[in-house]
Every structure is written in C-alpha cells, then in structure tokens.
C-alpha cells in the first residue's frame, strides 16, 4: 500500500502557480496510492524540460535522462525488469523535437511503458520558443512573425506508428487525469496520453480557459478499437471540438506474454567451450 | 614455392569479385592449417559494397604465431585477372598462381620465375553440377594440394561449412574440391610443395581458434555475463551484433537492435540502472551520437561497456578500412569532466580479456568503460589456443538488491564508489543527469556540487591505484631502440622485431587512466623511441607528451586505411639505427 506521505519527498514543486504539471503531478500521485504503485514495483524515467522535475517531487526510483532520450532509457530498463510498472514523464519539445525518432519506434515496438506527454505546445524551461507541437502561427519568442511550420499530431502519429494505446487528457481535470494514468499503466503495450497542460507564462492561445470551453469527452457511442474511426476522430481540434478519453485501444500481443525480470538472474560467467570450438 | 626455414610464414592470397565467397574460401583454408597443426593470421581487404567490388583475403601461416599480414604472397588464387594484376606484383619470385584457365589470362605482367597453374575452375564447377560459384571451392581443393595439405581435412571443412544445405549441394561441392585437388597433383605434380602439409604431432591436440576481434569480443561479453546488449549496425562493427544476436537464446541475455546510436546508449544505460550488465558497440561516426550517453552514464553512473571499432575517418571516410584515429576523441568525448576509462585492445585476444574486465570495471566504478579496437583487429583472423575464462570472476561491485536503511544512492565514500541499488529494491533514489545530491535529487548547491563532483573523479585515483594495468614490454629489456605504440600496430612490430636483438616493443591498453610512471620509466631511459601509430596527428605520442612530459620526435604514422606491415616498422627500425629519420 502507497500512502500520499509515501510519496512526499523534500523537494518543493518549483513550477509556476497554476501550470498544469501542478495537476499531472497531484494526478500521478493520487494513481499510485490506488494502484500502490512504490519503490518495489515502479520506475519513473523523465527527459529535460519543465515536466523533468517532476522526478524530485514523487518518492518513486527513477532516472532523469537526456533531453529527449526518456524513451530509450525506459526500453532499456522495461527489457531488464517486465515487472516494473515504467511511467515515461515527457514533454512535446522533449518527445517530438529531440526524441522524435525514439518516440515513432517506441510506438513500433509497442512495449508495454506509459507515457505521459506534458503537452503545454511550447518550449517553457528556455522561457517560450516554438515545440514541434506549437501551432502554425503562435507567437513565440522563437518565432515573433508566428510559427511557420504545421505542428504534428501526437495522436495521428502515435497510431500510425503503432500504439496500442492512445488518449488524450486534460490537466485541469485531476479526477479524470487520475483515472486516465491508472487506465494507460493497466494497458500491456505502448500506452500514450497526451495531456493537455497550459503553461501559464508562455503560451496563450492554449488555456486553460481554452481547454475548458473547447474540450469535451468522447461518449460510450465512442469505439476506440476502429483504427480508421480513431484517425479521424484525432484529426479533430479547434473550437468546441478538443476531444478527451480514449482514441485508440488494441489488445497488443503482449497481453498474455509473462512477465519477467532479466535481472531476477544473477550476471553469470559462462564456460563456452562448447562455442569455442566453433572457431576450431 | 619452398620453406626456407620451419618458422618461415607461408602467404596465400585470394582475390576476386565481392560475392565470389573470398572469405568463406579464405576461413576455409584458415582452419584447414589450424588444423593441421599450423598458426595463422588472416586479413580481408573490402571496399563498402556487398556486390562487384575487388575483394581479397590474405591467409598466411606457419608453425610459429603469425602476428600480422605479409606484404609478399607465396601462392596468388585468383578467381579474375583483376586479382592478377593488381596482386602479380606482390609473389615472391618463388611464388606461384592459381587461375581459371577456362577464361583467358593475362600473365604477361607477372614475373617469368613464378609458377603459372591454370585450372580449368569453370569445367570443374559445371562437372560437379554446381553453378560459375563453384570455382571457389574446386580453387581451394587445387590449391590445398598444390601446398602439400590433407585432402581429407578439406572434405571435412566443406562438410561442416555446408552442413545446413542439401546432400546434392555437398556433393557437389565435395566433387570441386576434389576435381581441383586432382587436377593439381596429376597436371602440376612436381610442383606439390609440403608447406601446408600436417604436422607430425598434429593428432595429439586441440587446433588453434580462428578468431577476430569482433567474435573475440562477443564472446567476451557473453562469458563475463553480459545481460543487455543495444547495437545500431556499423561497420565495421557489425559482427559482435551478429555473434550476440545468433546466441541470445542460448546464453539468457537479451540483444536489441537500436533505432540509432542516440537510442542503443541510452537503452544501455536504462537496462543497467534496472541492474542488468549491459553493452553497447559502434564505430567512430555512431560513437559522436553515443557521446551524449557517454556523460549520462558519467553522471548517473551508470555502469556501461562501450566497444568502439575504430575506422577511417571523418565523417563516412573509410568505411571497410582501418584508422587508429579516434584515440584524443574518446578520451574527451562530452562536455565537462567525469571519470572516462578508456582502454584498448592490441588483438582478438586482448579484445576478450578486455572486453570481460570491462564489465567488472564498470561495475566496480559504476562509470561507462570504453575499449578502442580497429578494424584491423576487429575483422583479421588470428589462431589462438582455446580462451580461459577459469580465473575470471564477474564482479558486481557495491551493489544492493534489497531494502537499505536510509539509502543514500550517491553517498560519499573516500574511494568514490557508492553503494548502487536498482529500481524494484525497495530503495528510493533519482538518477540524474542534473548536478545531485547524495539521494540524487537536483542542487546547484555550491558545495554539494563540489563534493559530488570530486566524489565522481575519485573513481579515477581507485582506479588507477587498484585496477590500472601497466603496460608490457616485449623483447630485451635493453635496447637500443624502444617502440611505444597501441591496438592492431602490436602484430606487425611484434613480428617485426623478432629479426632485432637489440628493439624492443612498449605495449599501452590502458589510455585513461594512464600508466604515467611506468611509461615514462621506460621512455625516459630509452636511446631511441619511436611512436608508430595509424593516424595523421599522433594522436598517442601525444597523449604520452600530455602525460609525461616527453615528446617523441621519431614517429611512423600511417593514415592510408591500411594495416602497418611488419615490413614496414622493420624499414623503420633500420633507418634509426642508421641514425637519419
């Protein structure tokens, strides 16, 4: 059993007053305490940016890596121990800038991580330049004229290259956002939620006041399983139409593979005689 | 054709298009010396295409280790006139060549004395029912018989090299083999040479390996317990991921091929933090996207072995060739300072002692290990006596896999090295690529940052005071000349100064830390010190001036992709004892 104060560790959260990491980092904690989630059965891996700091703030083992190589650092450790449940804290210039192409494979391989894409559009730790996922002409200080380039679809592109999982979430709504975590960690295969996390200081075309007027949830009507049905459906963006929840769900087929720990072995010397005389 | 002397190195070259199974031919006549009793070295020479290209694989053996390539050729098989002219000029005048004689040869290049046998390789391969890519093996069958060997050996070789095939496709190539074989004792019988002929002792003991460093280091990581292995392919590289990836199943570890170099470090790294003894392989172009991994492995310290298989360089340069140039590279690699432990192998076998070392080191120091190989040790055959592996043992260092009181990932030990625990164990830490604090978490702390830096460097003075090899010196321990030198150089000074009483060698495997005291001993009471190395800038003799202060002037750099020949150091070594330079 995890309890919040299991989780408290003697860092103070040093985000602006009202980012949406606040509500991804009080959603993740409140997901470990219902699934007990703790240092015996969980790592946290983060890549460089605001959402990396999040590591100093949630008493879970982790590793805070390069910026944007959280992915092959979480396929490294998911291959040596199956049974740690591996959360991937990222953020979309951190994702999609520098760890574009380990995001695509990661899709490819479909292993069984949960990835947390802290979505605030914009570079905020080097103080507002232009993400891979800003919109074509937002101001930013990269980009004074307004962006010139299309931004990618996180969902699109996650689909297309292979999860097995893709939603998207809201920051500002911590009790779905929790439900959401503990959804994509049961999922066995590559989970992605894309949360949408305004970042109060530097982007504001994406607000939380945008989000809250825009968003809404896809219904029970809703069929993620239908690949084509969920492209169309993450094509979806703008006014009164930002939709939340599940895109896309296939059971992978890691659903019944065995979990188990390479590491559960000791490293052994080998005689290899036999290999030797091979070479004979 | 003729042996001067038992020990005298015998030289087989065979030539002929990418595709024609040069190497499989030249393995082929590899183990048949091995296992007649001989040693061999072997080297294969190959532009960067798998089709079309000039392909040529130098055997040479002899009752004695053969350390290095020849310059000069005993027997020339070549399978088209390109081979001809572009390696006529290497016989010796008592050499002698094997040729198709079904296409016409131009000879007329080559030199009067030497041996002209055509084959009709082309009759002998439609005969045995194979296709044009059967004159390879009717090429070795008549030249086994030209040099006196085992018919018998062959047949055995050609039995295991096609063993997956069909019955037809072994007969077939049984009946090449043996058509070429008679073809030379009927058409060419005076001509037989005993050069290759077996050993009088040679059923009482075990053949020589044919290795390559490459294979060398596989099997070194596999013996010493590797765990995790992420590789993006490169030559020329290639083969320890081939070696791994063939028996993953068998030896329970796992290979992953990466999406890129960025991604095989850092898988390298998770699977480490997660507690599994993990490597990674790359040549010098994959190596500048591994250096970003290389700090974070720094930092975090992370244990992780890194094989870098150096070629020429920069950028694409000389794919399929050699370089010694990315010594002072590896050495500084990333920004700002951590304990780099950087070592390199003078041959396959130094490959696999180092490369299993390299594990211990690393998780000893929790720091990544790089090993410098080159393409010449990495791809070049060498015959060994069996590896030992008996006195190894797999050291995990300070390592914990259950719960600790009050753990403290980075604590500070005065020899630096902190007690390492894994995710799973019950243990809270954060390893971070950001300055840290004993737990891990982030500080920009003045003296915490301090301490923590220090505390990572002095992984380097344990390092150097309990583990740091000194370097061996070959030959007389007075000489009138002292070469210093590293990696694939080591053979061909090795085989050169055999000739010298009075030259001996200095052999360096450990490039950081460095043996200073020891180096500068040796050098400082030498006459004469020459720096032979395979790239422009001296890359070595300048690390040994950084550390020792003495500046080498006499040196033999070589940056044409080639291997040093024996000849070569020993035209050097003449010149210093005539006195010019």
Redesign the interface.
């Known amino acids: 059993m995890t309890n919040m104060t299991d989780l408290k560790t003697p860092c103070s959260p040093t985000w602006c007053p009202g980012c949406g990491n606040l509500n991804i980092w009080g959603a993740f904690k409140q997901a470990a305490v219902k699934e007990g989630w703790d240092n015996t059965n969980t790592a946290l891996v983060a890549g460089i940016g605001c959402h990396g700091h999040i590591l100093n703030f949630v008493k879970i083992t982790s590793f805070e890596g390069l910026h944007g190589r959280a992915l092959p650092v979480a396929t490294g450790i998911k291959h040596a121990n199956e049974r740690l449940n591996v959360f991937v804290f990222t953020g979309d210039g951190d994702c999609f800038g520098e760890g574009g192409n380990h995001f695509i494979h990661a899709c490819r391989r479909d292993h069984d991580l949960t990835v947390l894409l802290h979505d605030n559009s914009l570079y905020a730790l080097t103080t507002g330049q232009t993400s891979p996922l800003s919109p074509k002409g937002l101001k930013t200080k990269s980009s004074p004229q307004g962006n010139s380039d299309q931004p990618f679809n996180p969902l699109t592109l996650a689909i297309i290259s292979g999860a097995t999982f893709v939603a998207r979430a809201y920051a500002g709504d911590m009790p779905k956002l929790t439900e959401m975590i503990i959804e994509a960690n049961k999922h066995k295969g590559l989970s992605v939620v894309d949360i949408l996390q305004p970042c109060v200081t530097f982007n504001k075309v994406l607000t939380h006041d945008f989000y809250r007027a825009n968003s809404y949830y896809l219904g029970d009507d809703y069929d993620p399983t239908n690949k084509s049905a969920a492209l169309e459906k993450a094509l979806e963006f703008g006014e009164k139409s930002v939709p939340l929840g599940i895109f896309y769900k296939s059971g992978g087929e890691r659903e019944d593979k065995e979990q188990t720990a390479l590491v559960d072995k000791p490293a052994l010397k080998y005689d290899l005689s036999d290999l030797f005389k091979k070479f004979t | 054709m003729k042996k001067e002397k038992p020990t005298t190195i015998t030289s087989v070259k065979i030539g002929g298009q990418a595709g024609q199974g040069i190497k499989s031919m030249g393995l082929m006549l590899a183990?048949h010396a091995?296992?007649s009793g001989y040693c061999i070295y072997d080297q294969i020479e190959y532009p960067s295409l798998i089709r079309g290209g000039h392909n040529v694989m130098q055997v040479s053996f002899s009752s004695e280790e053969v350390l290095a390539p020849q310059k000069l050729t005993d027997l020339l098989i070549a399978l088209n006139q390109e081979t001809i002219d572009l390696h006529g000029s290497t016989l010796k005048k008592t050499g002698a060549i094997i040729f198709n004689s079904d296409n016409t040869a131009d000879t007329s290049k080559v030199d009067k004395n030497i041996l002209l046998c055509g084959i009709p390789l082309s009759s002998i391969a439609k005969e045995a029912g194979g296709d044009e890519l059967f004159i390879n093996i009717g090429a070795v069958g008549a030249a086994i018989a030209l040099l006196g060997g085992n018919l018998a050996t062959l047949q055995e070789l050609i039995k295991e090299e096609f063993k997956d095939k069909t019955e037809e496709i072994i007969a077939s190539n049984l009946h090449a083999a043996e058509n070429g074989y008679e073809h030379i004792t009927k058409s060419y019988k005076n001509a037989v040479n005993n050069l290759l002929k077996p050993i009088e002792t040679v059923n009482s003991f075990?053949?020589?390996?044919?290795?390559s460093g490459n294979?060398a280091v596989a099997?070194g990581a596999?013996?010493?317990?590797?765990?995790?292995a992420?590789i993006y392919p490169m030559s020329p590289v290639s083969n320890i991921m081939h070696v791994l990836a063939a028996?993953q199943d068998k030896?329970?570890?796992?290979f992953?091929q990466?999406?890129?170099e960025?991604?095989?470090i850092?898988?390298?790294?998770?699977?480490?933090?997660?507690?599994?003894?993990?490597l990674t392989s790359t040549s010098g172009g994959g190596f500048c996207l591994m250096t970003?991994?290389y700090g974070?492995a720094g930092i975090?310290e992370t244990p992780v072995v890194v094989i870098e298989g150096m070629r020429g360089g920069p950028a694409t340069g000389l794919p399929t060739w050699s370089e010694q140039g990315d010594l002072q590279f590896v050495l500084h690699a990333h920004q700002g300072d951590f304990p780099r432990i950087v070592l390199a192998a003078g041959d396959a076998k130094e490959a696999f002692e180092l490369t299993m070392e390299a594990?211990n080191l690393a998780d000893k120091y929790q720091t990544p290990i790089v090993l410098l190989i080159d393409k010449n040790i990495c791809e070049n055959d060498q015959s060994y006596q069996?590896?030992e592996?008996v006195t190894?043992?797999?050291d995990?260092g300070k390592f914990i896999?259950e719960p600790s009181e009050d753990y403290k990932r980075y604590k500070f030990e005065k020899d630096g090295i902190s007690l390492r625990s894994?995710?799973?164990?019950?243990?809270?830490?954060?390893?971070?690529?950001?300055e840290h604090d004993e737990y891990g978490?982030?500080t920009e702390e003045i003296e915490m940052r301090n301490k923590m830096h220090e505390k990572r460097m002095q992984k380097l003075v344990t390092c150097e005071k309990e583990d740091m090899a000194e370097p061996e010196i070959f030959g007389p321990e007075e000489a009138d000349i002292t070469i210093v030198s590293w990696g694939s150089n080591k053979g061909s000074i090795l085989q050169a100064i055999k000739n010298y009483k009075n030259v001996n060698y200095l052999h360096v495997t450990w490039m950081n830390p460095f043996p200073t005291e020891a180096v500068k001993k040796v050098l400082s009471s030498a006459k004469h010190v020459i720096d032979v190395e395979c790239n422009y800038t001296a890359q070595f003799a300048n690390l040994i001036r950084e550390k020792t202060g003495i500046e080498i002037t006499d040196k033999l750099l070589k940056y044409d992709g080639r291997q040093i020949f024996p000849e070569e150091v020993e035209e050097k070594i003449k010149k210093a004892l005539k006195g010019d330079k």
């Not at chain 2, 075990?206 to 290795?211: A, E, F, G, H, L």
């Not at chain 2, 596999?222 to 995790?228: E, H, K, L, N, R």
């Not at chain 2, 030896?251 to 796992?254: A, T």
């Not at chain 2, 850092?266 to 993990?278: E, L, T, V």
């Open positions: 183990k091995v296992r075990i053949p020589r390996m044919v290795i294979e099997l596999i013996s010493a317990g590797m765990q995790f992420s028996n030896y329970s570890y796992v992953k990466a999406e890129d960025l991604s095989a850092n898988m390298a790294i998770g699977a480490s933090f997660a507690g599994a003894r993990s970003e991994g974070l975090t594990f069996m590896f592996v190894y043992k797999v995990r896999d894994v995710p799973g164990a019950g243990n809270f830490f954060l390893a971070n690529s950001d978490y982030s």
